[in-house]
Structures are given as C-alpha cells and as structure tokens.
C-alpha cells in the first residue's frame, strides 16, 4: 500500500537558519504530493502542493520539489522564522480528483521549534 | 464562512461510556473524513464519506460508527469507549471537483481522553 516517510524530528533551529525536512513515499501511480502545516492547537492546513513530477511547490518562503526517480518531496525554507515553529506533515493522494474519495496518507510529522 | 467546525473541543470519558463527535462544513463539499491523530503516527483515517449518503471504512475503523446526516454534516460515534480511543480526532471536507480537487480543509480538533 502507499507510505510516507519523514525524517524523525523534533528538529530545533535558530532563527534564519535553513531548514530541510525529507520525505519520502512508495506508491503506484503518480501520486499528488502535500506538505500540511499544523500550528498549536489548532487544525492542519495545507502548505504546498505538487500534482506532478518536476513540479515545484512554494508558499510562506517554503518550497519542496516533486522528485519521481527517487520519489521523494523533501521541504526547504532558506531562513526560518520562530513563527514556523509548528508541526509539518508530508502527504500523498493517490487518486485525488473526481469521482475517487481522495485519501491522503501521512508521514508521521516533524516537530520544527525555532528559537530566537 | 466558518469552514470545518467541530464540537466538542476537549472530552474526558469513563471507559465504556459513549459519545458523538460533531463535525459540520459550509463549504458545499461533497467528501468528508474523520481521522485520529497519535504522536508518532501522523494521521489515519478513520472513515470516509465520497459523498451524501455514502460512508466508508478507512484504515482504523474499529470501535467507531459514523452517521453521514446531510450534506453538511458527519458524525463519529464511539459506542464504548477504551483506553486506546484516547487521541485528537480531526474532521476534514474536500471538494472533488474543481482545480483544488486534491486539497482537504480541516477542522481544530477534538482532544479525547478516556480514562
């Protein structure tokens, strides 16, 4: 069945420093790829996506490319800021549109804290 | 537009005793989901509804049942309630059509300990 796997965390940075979280997944097919966000206390929301292979996606200064041959979506942030500090899940749809009910599966999220 | 509202935000039960969790979009969209959240584990999905009155079994649906009332609104029923029940459990809607078909909208939460 489809899989996610992220690096184990918690990962703790100070303020600008760059950030990576792997991820990567087994799945048949072309699979669409997510990277959530959660904050404290609150829901997931979605950060970025890629539909398709070599796709880019960015949103808040993050950035994670959809890589087919070696199926991974590693997310990037150049300079973190404390407001980042949350929890971020990699994810995948292996049939997201139409008519199929659209599972996501999850990694097992990453605990980033920033510290001034 | 509130988007993905749940009720209630924190819960403490006695094993063996029963609830529902609320789950409610205004959204208009067709698919709907309940999934727990455990450290570690990430999210798993609980069950599933592609549409008003389907419902469908996800990847830990033992000793759940969901009701999938209208449109708007699905609820999570725990008939007896265990200690392995304690989680945080997220209600989700998405719309399966469209450009945004992929992207799921969730709620805050349910924090549920049963003791």
């Known amino acids: 069945g489809d899989s996610v796997t992220q690096m184990e965390g918690p990962v703790t940075l100070s303020e600008e420093a760059f950030l990576t979280i792997n991820c990567t997944y087994t799945a048949t097919g072309y699979p669409s790829l997510f990277w959530y966000v959660q904050y404290p206390g609150e829901g997931l929301q979605l950060l970025l996506k890629?539909?398709?292979?070599?796709d880019k996606g960015s949103n808040k200064g993050f950035e994670a490319t959809y890589r087919k041959e070696t199926t991974s979506f590693h997310l990037e942030k150049g300079s973190v800021q404390v407001s980042d500090s949350a929890v971020y899940f990699c994810a995948l749809a292996a049939n997201a549109g139409g008519t199929s009910y659209g599972k996501l599966t999850f990694g097992q999220g990453t605990i980033l804290t920033v510290h001034p | 537009n509130a988007g993905v509202t749940q009720t209630p935000k924190f819960q403490v039960l006695k094993t063996g005793q029963s609830m529902t969790l609320q789950c409610a979009q205004d959204?208009?969209?067709?698919?709907m989901y309940w999934y727990r959240q455990d450290p570690g584990m990430g999210l798993r999905l609980i069950y599933y509804s592609a549409s008003e009155g389907t419902t469908d079994k996800g990847e830990v649906p033992n000793g759940y049942n969901v009701s999938r009332l209208n449109k708007r609104e699905f609820s999570l029923r725990l008939e007896s309630a265990a200690p392995s029940q304690t989680s945080v459990y997220f209600c989700?809607?998405?719309?399966?059509?469209?450009?945004?078909?992929?992207?799921?909208?969730f709620g805050p939460g349910t924090r549920l300990t049963v003791t």
């Open positions: 959204m208009n969209h067709n698919s």
């Open positions: 890629a539909t398709k292979a070599d």
């Open positions: 989700a809607s998405r719309n399966p059509w469209g450009s945004s078909s992929y992207e799921q909208y």
